[in-house]
């Protein structure tokens, strides 16, 4: 028997028949093992929490602006959601601590913060770079300057969306709120926030398959199969989907 029928030299994914997927999936499987990909991802995991703590400190003194601190710990326990339960109880937990000395109008602790969530984030992001190049089994190649840019730009972003996606969850029941709807179309469109921001965790994923690893760029359509993965089985993982 050839390979073609197995589907390993498809174009495209839909080309791919069922046993095809099933040796993907072995494959992967085999993979998981030889490459250590559970120590990698501890790694990252480890960067990104740390990295949470400075940035609920930034996101609390920069709310702290113009609104009372103390609301947005409502917002980040909403979102706390989708992250494992212990986890999550230890984000709620710093951030009220956090609400509590933070008084309304900047602060020093917001500036700190931000500086340390970028260092420290920047750390998580390299890791997801090595991960993705192992994980396609390419070494890392990129001069110094462009790798650095490249872990520059991923890290901003993805701290700027995390901003804007905790500011959206504040402030999107606020503004259907004051439209004056019954309560039950305020909770079916409150809830439409949830698949918004399950969408931008697709885009995130796909941003850090497409330009993370050191190869070829593969196309979009490809992406969007692992993004898709990615994606359930992080909301498996996080137990987060229960609490919708």
């Known amino acids: 028997m050839t390979d073609q029928p197995r589907g390993r030299r498809a174009e495209r994914p839909k080309q791919i028949p069922s046993p095809g997927w099933l040796d993907v999936i072995w494959r992967v499987k085999q993979e998981l093992a030889d490459d250590r990909v ?24 920069l709310w702290a602006l113009a609104y009372d601190p103390h609301e947005i710990v409502s917002q980040i326990d909403e979102i706390s959601r989708f992250m494992p339960p212990g986890g999550a109880s230890l984000i709620n937990e710093q951030a009220r601590e956090i609400s ?36 396609y089994g390419e070494g ?6 462009q790798r650095a840019l490249i872990v ?10 995390s901003l804007a996606a905790t500011i959206f969850v504040a402030l999107f029941p606020l503004g259907i709120g004051m439209l004056g709807l019954d309560s039950t179309t305020v909770r079916v469109i409150g809830w439409l926030r949830w698949p918004v921001l399950l969408l931008l965790m697709m885009l995130i994923i796909a941003v850090l398959y497409r330009f993370g690893p050191y190869r070829s760029a593969p196309r979009w359509e490809w992406v ?19 609490s919708m």
Do not use: C, Q
């Open 38 to 61: 559970n120590m990698l991802a501890a790694g990252i995991a480890f960067y990104a929490l740390l990295s949470l703590f400075p940035a609920i400190a930034a996101v609390i003194s």
């Open 100 to 135: 509590e000395s933070t008084d309304t109008g900047l602060s020093l602790t917001a500036i700190i913060s931000l500086v340390v969530a970028l260092f420290v984030a920047s750390k998580g992001v390299r890791g997801v770079l090595i991960g993705l190049n192992v994980v």
């Open 152 to 161: 520059a730009i991923l890290t901003l972003g993805l701290i700027l969306v």
């Open 224 to 242: 969007s199969v692992g993004t898709v993965t990615a994606t359930l089985l992080w909301l498996l993982g996080s137990g987060g989907s229960h």
């Open 140 to 145: 890392e190649r990129r001069p110094l300057l």
